[in-house]
């Protein structure tokens, strides 16, 4: 805890703040210490718990399991330090949807709310007068959060593989910042965000136009270049809309949204029906209710925020096009064309994808050549015919602490020993894996599941602990021993008579 404030400036709030969450902790006694043997294989150190990302989940996560006494933790992530998920890399947008008011990863800690950070830094009257917090904003508390919990993230250390050996898991690493080529882990979590069980989701229409001509709205695009273009932005979600204002700010000479919807969705759905019940009910819920609630919000689709939109339509060289389903794109000149389902065309120099990303196991090369060994909800349930869709059917079908299951029993058992603590776990357990509002509860939820995994693979050594433990809580010298006369035969009968 250094008390700097974003821009490393020393900030005396910030320092107390610091000290006030130093204090809380030792009242609370977390860290706790930790209860699980260690182990050895061949001389090697075996991990108990490796993270597979540091970013808001990951950071989240390790303090959960410290919290719980689990620290032999290792947190990996491949990007460098302090640039951990979207917000300062493809996440684009100016302000977050979230309410500035949700504690999100604080895990029941008020010092370690964003708005403890804010407020300790430029005050009430600041904080009132915020509306949403600025996305820059959230990564320097993300940082913030991880240096005042010395949270481990070991940066620039990619995860290339993991499959089983004997009864743990070998980790294959790459990167500057690999401490080795691999590691054994008795549990891992992949605290991987958005695209954590997937990739992005690169349309067909797109796989002969040349690469210089388009891109994934997760992609570092320079805008700069697009100065004076034409561009056109397939898709009307956040993403989408995002990118979108980034190019017509950067000057771009129109900014077409391409929309296969008729109408703009309009309403988050799934904050009419948010609250705790929810978050504890979900998975609880039958498969087919499950299934009907998330499909329906898939269906339904989230809208972009007011504020974003917003920041694209006040450009007078922004369009909105309806129904416009692509059937097909190509090269023309230096440009695009684009043809659409209902006959008409539009050509255009620069082409962004605002479409997403898919969540598809066989795409992840760190469970290769065993992610077909996974079970999917398609292998679970089959929804009635109104009811189908071809992505959701692909989420892995979790067990209830966000374990992947196997599809076919003793094939691949070892998976069980991989939690899915990201988007793809949302329709197996709902949202407390990625999203702000349940992200704490989630964390928790998956600590205490992990705990009671150790301690019963662990029960053995757990026994002979207890059999071992030899600290007395007397030491003999709080009492005295007194003795009691023998009461004679004939005293007896007296007392009889």
Not at 115 to 131: H, P, V
Not at 255 to 278: C, D, Q, W
Not at 280 to 301: A, K, T
């Amino acid at each position: 805890m250094d008390g700097m404030g974003p821009a490393g400036r020393p900030n005396e709030g910030l320092a107390a703040l610091e000290a006030q969450l130093e204090q809380d902790l030792v009242n609370l006694c977390r860290p706790s210490a930790n209860w699980v043997p260690p182990r050895k294989v061949d001389g090697e150190d075996v991990t108990d718990i490796v993270v597979i990302g540091g970013g808001m989940c990951g950071l989240l996560v390790w303090f959960a399991l410290a919290t719980g006494g689990m620290r032999n933790t290792r947190v990996l992530d491949r990007a460098p330090a302090g640039f951990e998920g979207p917000w300062v890399t493809y996440a684009r947008m100016e302000t977050l949807r979230s309410p500035k008011t949700l504690v999100g990863p604080a895990f029941g800690m008020s010092s370690l709310t964003f708005r403890a950070w804010f407020t300790a830094q430029f005050g009430e009257a600041e904080w009132e007068a915020l509306d949403k917090i600025p996305r820059p904003m959230w990564m320097d508390y993300l940082r913030w959060f991880r240096n005042a919990l010395k949270v481990p993230v070991e940066n620039e250390t990619n995860v290339e593989k993991i499959a089983p050996e004997g009864e743990f898991l070998r980790l294959t690493l790459s990167g500057n910042g690999a401490k080795a080529t691999s590691i054994l882990a008795r549990k891992v979590v992949m605290a991987t965000g958005r695209d954590g069980i997937g990739r992005a989701n690169i349309p067909d229409f797109v796989k002969d136009l040349p690469r210089g001509l388009w891109a994934h709205s997760s992609d570092e695009i320079d805008f700069d270049a697009l100065k004076d273009k034409r561009v056109a932005v397939v898709g009307i979600g956040a993403s989408a809309v995002d990118n979108a204002a980034e190019a017509l700010e950067h000057g771009a000479k129109e900014v077409r949204h391409l929309i296969r919807r008729a109408e703009m969705p309009t309403i988050n759905k799934l904050m009419g029906i948010g609250s705790y019940g929810f978050t504890c009910g979900y998975p609880e819920l039958p498969d087919e209710w499950r299934w009907r609630i998330m499909r329906y919000s898939f269906v339904e689709q989230v809208p972009a925020p007011r504020g974003s939109t917003l920041r694209v339509s006040r450009h007078p060289n922004a369009y909105f096009h309806f129904d416009k389903g692509i059937r097909r794109v190509e090269p023309v000149g230096e440009g695009v064309a684009i043809d659409f389902a209902d006959g008409s065309r539009l050509e255009t120099d620069f082409l962004i994808l605002g479409t997403g990303f898919t969540v598809e196991m066989l795409a992840r090369t760190e469970l290769s050549p065993h992610a077909g060994d996974v079970l999917l909800w398609k292998d679970m349930y089959t929804p009635p015919a109104d009811e189908e869709h071809d992505e959701l059917a692909d989420f892995p079908y979790l067990d209830k602490d966000f374990a992947f299951q196997e599809r076919s029993e003793g094939v691949a058992p070892w998976l069980s020993h991989i939690h899915c603590f990201n988007h793809a776990a949302s329709l197996s357990l709902g949202k407390v894996s990625g999203d702000i509002p349940g992200v704490s509860d989630g964390a928790a939820w998956l600590a205490r599941s992990l705990a009671a995994r150790l301690y019963v693979e662990d029960i053995e050594a757990h026994y002979q602990e207890l059999i071992e433990y030899a600290r007395p809580e007397l030491v003999g010298d709080e009492w005295t021993a007194s003795p009691l006369e023998p009461v004679l035969e004939d005293a007896e009968e007296a007392v009889r008579s």
